[in-house]
């Protein structure tokens, strides 16, 4: 019971901190909760929506972090399953979605390699969780705390992450700015502990906490940054940097959607390589989320609060279909806006933003994506996105600064050429000049003086050849090459009178760099993963200097465990 009153007051401290920062989230969690308790809720016999367990085998707590390995499994699998796609494109993932697309692969009648078997049959086992009163079956996930009441089961763990970074060829600063003729060699040493929590605290009450610490040595930081708006916050303390990171959110599982209320991390994409809408290295948002899937198509919606030195709201949501069997087609708006409180045309799930803005006034940046993935055949699938910020068809789509676009397209093909411990990508990605952008500052498409989107835009494309080659189920390899141009311009640098009619995309200087990664890493004992990383990149133009060359080069050596 002191384990249970803990988790309690862990729960109402991050739920104060939420209610500072965002006070409209307080009221739709009231409203929430007045809905749950209600006996049309808790007696309503609607059918279970696509892709949820039923209750009796839900598993405790919520998502699956951004970082977990099982997420490139999963793109795999669904390469062979299409019908599972539509779970895959707005993430974190929950623990019963990952479950059903590994229960579906297991039931499937097509080929996987030794080291996929014998993976599925892990991550089948990790989010699979013992009944309440049983004893934890054969292969299950280890947890340094499990306890468990008549309604409630809550699991705990603790985890650590060590890395060691050696960078040379550039001056090493936490913003990473390059000034030209800057290098050198540094050292950096980052660790990061910490403890999550995930519970079942009724049929239909999930809730997750995860607080972490890093501590970071070897960046060259002059000053703490605690401001909001100013950047990502950090204390320093001698020659040490101390980093918070904190998710915390409940969801409540309702019989037409699943609400989630709190703090999670969020990403919109068609590829690991690529998101021009959420990044998954964004900071986690506070926010309030609705999710439905059904069998042909899926909806998704959240209003979030971003850090920013003025109030400054995220609002977005996304419609999925499969007209047909191994065709998707997504939409999805969004809109950025602050200096007020949060609006309800925003907070309308189906409220359409582009009127909505105009309802309001026309101040507020509303962007539109347009995307699709298809599957030409079994194990492999095309997939592009059209990210529009602003359009006019009245002037050229390709040239007027105006029509600010995006633009992603990209081919993914597990087990290519019959080699089913392999897979290949091959994706191509351009942002715009001004993409992002805005007149008004509130509204640039960023938090914390970083990017929603694209992190390699405005005026830019890329070219990224990807492989990934897993010969047993504990050791994985993986190689990158990418080549960039990059010109002029980033999301702080709106358009001016003196830039002209034309958007100029790659005008007059670029860098252009070319970059190769490449990465291995073997899970020594379940979930305990070493991981060493190479990085070599030649960057032509340093600095937009004509002809100056720099190779920056990194090695870097990771150690984690969940225990």
């Not at 494109?89 to 009648?109: C, D, F, G, M, Y």
């Not at 060691?164 to 040493?189: D, K, N, Q």
């Not at 529009?388 to 789509?397: A, G, I, K, Q, R």
């Not at 929603?452 to 190689?479: C, E, K, M, Y």
């Amino acid at each position: 019971m002191q384990k249970l009153q803990l988790w309690n007051r862990v729960v109402r401290l991050n739920l104060g901190r939420m209610k500072e920062n965002s006070k409209f989230l307080q009221r739709v969690l009231l409203s929430g909760l007045m809905l749950l308790t209600s006996p049309q809720a808790l007696f309503a016999q609607a059918a279970q929506p696509y892709g949820r367990m039923p209750d009796s085998s839900l598993s405790a707590g919520a998502v699956i972090p951004l970082e977990h390995p099982v997420y490139a499994f999963l793109e795999k699998l669904s390469a062979f399953l299409p019908e599972y796609a539509l779970d895959l494109h707005v993430l974190p993932l929950s623990r019963e979605q990952a479950q059903q697309i590994l229960a579906a692969a297991k039931t499937k009648n097509f080929a996987l390699s030794a080291a996929d078997r014998a993976l599925l049959q892990q991550y089948l086992a990790e989010f699979t969780d013992p009944k309440i009163g049983a004893a934890a079956h054969a292969g299950a996930e280890r947890h340094f705390l499990r306890y468990e009441e008549a309604n409630a089961q809550i699991f705990s763990d603790l985890f650590v992450n060590q890395q060691f970074e050696f960078r040379r060829g550039e001056a090493t600063t936490r913003t990473s700015r390059l000034a030209v003729g800057e290098t050198g060699t540094a050292g950096i040493a980052r660790t990061r502990g910490g403890v999550k929590m995930r519970a079942a605290l009724s049929p239909r009450l999930l809730a997750a906490v995860e607080v972490s610490n890093i501590l970071e040595r070897g960046v060259n930081d002059t000053a703490e940054v605690l401001t909001p708006g100013a950047g990502a916050p950090f204390v320093l303390s001698g020659k040490s940097a101390f980093r918070e990171k904190v998710i915390a959110y409940a969801r409540l599982r309702l019989p037409w959607f699943d609400l989630e209320i709190g703090r999670n991390e969020l990403s919109w994409n068609l590829s690991p390589l690529t998101q021009l809408t959420l990044a998954r290295e964004n900071q986690p948002f506070d926010l309030i989320k609705l999710d439905r899937r059904w069998r042909k198509f899926r909806f998704t919606f959240f209003h979030a609060n971003l850090r920013a030195a003025q109030r400054k709201f995220y609002a977005a949501h996304r419609l999925e279909i499969m007209p047909l069997p191994r065709l998707f087609v997504g939409i999805g708006e969004s809109v950025i806006y602050g200096k007020r409180g949060a609006e309800f045309e925003y907070l309308n799930p189906l409220m359409l933003y582009h009127a909505a803005e105009h309802l309001l006034g026309d101040r507020d940046n509303n962007t539109l994506t347009i995307d699709f993935t298809f599957f030409p055949f079994y194990g492999a699938k095309f997939y592009g996105e059209i990210f529009v910020d602003d359009v006019s068809f009245e002037f050229p789509l390709g040239t007027y600064w105006g029509n600010k676009l995006a633009y992603l397209g990209g081919f993914y093909w597990a087990q290519p050429f019959g080699w089913r411990s392999g897979e290949l990508r091959l994706e191509y990605a351009r942002i715009d000049p001004f993409v992002y952008t805005h007149d008004d500052s509130i509204n640039i498409y960023e938090q914390d003086r970083e990017g929603l989107g694209g992190r390699f835009g405005p005026n830019a494309d890329r070219w990224t050849l990807h492989a990934a080659f897993q010969p047993h189920r504990d050791l994985r390899f993986v190689s990158q090459l990418s080549v960039q141009r990059k010109g002029r311009g980033d999301l702080f640098q709106p358009h001016r009178p003196e830039d002209g009619f034309s958007k100029g995309f790659l005008r007059g200087t670029t860098i252009n760099s070319t970059f190769w990664q490449f990465e291995v890493e073997d899970q020594v004992r379940r979930d305990i993963y070493v991981k060493l990383e190479f990085a070599w990149e030649r960057r032509r133009n340093a600095g937009f200097v004509k002809n100056a060359v720099i190779t920056p080069r990194r090695a870097a050596f990771v150690l984690r465990a969940d225990f």
